[in-house]
């Protein structure tokens, strides 16, 4: 007799899975209204650390993109994203962005053309949940020439136990420790930068091509157990490479080579983002924090170009 519960996912036929390449394009008033929304110069208009990415007194085609802009990449077309793998059955509603990681192969042009070529690069099985990761490349379309790189780690709540036998399936494309998870040191950080958001930054950042209704609908935010909308977790990351750039980089946003960040809790526009550094060689270990209820939202690191000469 066939099951009345058939299994949440059929891991052969989800690996097996070959997306189409996509291609999408953006101006420089894609990159200067992500930047700020991500909340550049938000304190300060006169920030020359921050400006540039917002404006340029030769004109917007100057201009420069935060590193995380790259984020953007993998959700600007329909296709590529988790519900359009076959093979899968779960909640759209627990759904959760777990994990991102990216490298950065050169600097983002202030406007350009892109090809997104996407892969399943894991699967696993975590009995009460499935974890399915998205790798994304982004190219230059014109000269084929590699931008970014993209993981996405999804977890799908309530979608696991489809294994059968033990250990648990797990499925992975490169080695296990190329992506390690991050210790948060023990000992006083670095250097300590704060920024509060406002209470439309989510609103905000939405237009950079986020319209999930979870960040701005307060009726779809308190069915998913929120007291009101929450801000998108990309854009705790961009808040917090932004201030890595500012302090430990002199501002210049060239110097990341990749980015590690895991998402650990929802943070409500308005709120104060504590990010903290831990500077080691040229990597920077980073938690970030909510001020208002001392909690730990984020936490990951980011791989410099050099050693900072100097805090």
């Not at 696993?124 to 998205?134: P, Q, R, S, Y």
């Not at 939405?206 to 007291?227: C, E, K, W």
């Not at 961009?238 to 501002?251: D, E, F, H, Q």
Request: some cysteine; overall charge positive.
């Amino acid at each position: 007799m066939a099951s009345s519960n058939p299994s949440p996912v059929d891991p052969e036929l989800v690996i097996s899975h070959k997306f189409p390449e996509t291609s999408f394009s953006y101006t420089e008033r894609d990159v200067a209204l992500y930047a700020l929304g991500v909340g550049a110069c938000a304190g300060d208009a006169l920030d020359e650390k921050e400006l540039k990415y917002v404006y340029h007194r030769d004109g917007q085609r100057f201009i420069q993109a935060l590193p995380t802009f790259g984020a953007l990449f993998p959700f600007q077309n329909k296709k590529g994203q988790v519900d359009d793998v076959p093979g899968m059955q779960f909640d759209q509603r627990l759904l959760l962005h777990g994990q991102q990681y990216m490298e950065i192969y050169r600097p983002f042009p202030s406007s350009g053309s892109i090809l997104n070529k996407i892969a399943i690069a894991g699967l696993h099985d975590k009995g009460k949940a499935t974890i399915i990761e998205i790798e994304t490349t982004s190219y230059i379309k014109e000269s084929g020439e590699a931008l970014c790189m993209n993981r996405s780690t999804i977890y799908l709540r309530g979608a696991g136990g489809f294994s059968k036998s033990s250990p648990p399936y797990s499925y992975i494309t490169y080695p296990a420790n190329q992506v390690s998870r991050v210790s948060v040191p023990k000992y006083k950080p670095s250097v300590v930068y704060e920024d509060r958001t406002h209470q439309s930054q989510a609103l905000l950042y939405r237009l950079s091509g986020d319209y999930n209704p979870l960040h701005s609908d307060p009726m779809i935010a308190q069915v998913a157990g929120f007291t009101r909308p929450i801000l998108h977790g990309l854009c705790t990351l961009g808040y917090a490479v932004r201030a890595i750039i500012k302090s430990l980089c002199n501002g210049e946003p060239t110097a990341v080579k990749s980015i590690f960040g895991r998402f650990l809790l929802h943070v409500y526009p308005g709120e104060t983002l504590v990010t903290e550094m831990w500077l080691e060689g040229p990597r920077v270990i980073y938690q970030t924090k909510v001020k208002e209820r001392n909690r730990a939202v984020l936490s990951g690191y980011v791989l410099l170009k050099h050693i900072p000469s100097s805090l």
